[in-house]
């Protein structure tokens, strides 16, 4: 009868190698079987059966066996080329939400203003309400001016000594002297006003013209 320590020793040897086996990872896949094709940078078109090293700046494509297009592999970017590209891409992106933000107002700009004089019935209204209110401030001023006059002529009697004036009578004169600079300050920003008026209905005219014609163009 054969001793049974060999065999057993060459069954533990064996079940060893097969746990080692199955504990090694396998490696990655790499590219699958094909043919890869590009254009380097001094123009040549190269193929392989490997991805081509000349091309790793570029794309290249892999083909099938009848020649059709099995995908598309992109160029292999440094870290700061991918910094770069991840830039340009952000800034398309931004341009584009641009791009549509501004046909977004000139689609509800058209919708407000459907023709020109629409448009500038408008810039009327707006600039008619700024002259009233302009208007009323006047008014306010010839007011403060002529109770000014009476407070004036009272300060006249004082004139060789001011400092004998009334108290209350100072006090009237610096309060109309404020009113009247706040309405001449008020005046002037109505002015302001008036001319960011004209300027922001300028600016929409530009905007408008070329979309009034392109909707009279569709219309006939």
């Known amino acids: 009868m054969r001793p049974l320590r060999p065999v057993i020793g060459w069954a533990l040897a064996g079940l060893t190698c097969t746990v080692l086996q199955a504990q090694t990872p396998e490696p990655a896949p790499g590219p699958g079987p094909g043919i890869y094709t590009c254009v380097d940078a001094r123009g040549r ?3 392989s059966d490997r991805i081509i090293p000349e091309c790793t700046d570029r794309e290249q494509k892999m083909l099938n ?3 059709t297009v099995k995908a598309k592999i992109g160029p292999t970017l440094t870290a700061q ?3 770069q590209l991840d ?3 952000k800034a ?4 584009r939400a641009r791009q549509e933000e501004e046909k977004k107002q000139d689609r ?3 919708v407000r203003y459907p023709n020109q004089s629409a448009h500038e019935k408008e810039r009327e209204l707006a600039l008619a309400h700024i002259a009233r209110v302009k208007q009323s401030a006047a008014t306010r001023v010839t007011q403060l001016a002529a109770d000014k006059v009476k ?3 009272e300060m006249a009697f004082y004139q060789k000594d001011p400092s004998k004036a009334p108290q209350r009578l100072r006090r009237q004169i610096d309060e109309i002297n404020q009113a009247m600079a706040a309405q001449d300050r008020f005046i002037a920003d109505q002015d302001a006003e008036a001319m960011r008026v004209n300027t922001r209905f ?3 005219r530009l905007r408008l013209t070329p979309l009034w014609r392109m909707k009279a163009g569709a219309a006939q």
């Open 87 to 89: 830039a340009k891409n």
């Open 45 to 47: 078109k190269l193929t």
């Open 151 to 153: 407070l004036d002529d």
């Open 202 to 204: 300028d600016a929409e």
């Open 81 to 83: 080329e991918q910094i």
């Open 108 to 110: 509800a700009l058209l």
């Open 92 to 95: 398309e992106q931004a341009q």
């Open 65 to 67: 066996p009848s020649g």
